[in-house]
């Protein structure tokens, strides 16, 4: 299983921009998850307590049974369900082979962001684009 090294999350764009011992915090603070092949790892309309990172493997992205993405290593989701207001996710993510991840709790996540408002900015601009 890959591990969420300095060297891995400095390759994540969301986390441009921290230095390497606020990504050694966060490296710290991420749990492993891995994420069977073909079994929704989140699905659209329902809670969501978890952002991940992908750090090995690629998963689909679907919305209303619609592919709408795909996502790799540096690749990141769960954001959007831990910003709204109702926690409910609003996609479906598909491994298409195992998804090694590294995530946190919906709390951690936060008080990260309060801590890291550049990455709470990075965070805003890909959900308006997302959005769009």
Known sequence: MAHATVGV????PLLAGLDAK???????ALRQRTFAAGQPAVEEGRGGAGFFIVL????????????????GPGDYFGEMALLAEDGLRTATITPDEDLECVGMASWEFKAF?????DVAWRILQTVAQRAR
Request: proline share 3%; aromatic share 0%; glycine share 10%.
């Open 56 to 71: 090995a493997g690629s998963c689909t992205v679907s919305i209303a049974g619609e592919r709408v993405n795909r996502l």
């Open 22 to 28: 606020e990504l050694g915090s966060l490296a710290a």
């Open 113 to 117: 962001l309060e801590e890291h408002p």
């Open 9 to 12: 999350l400095q390759k994540v």
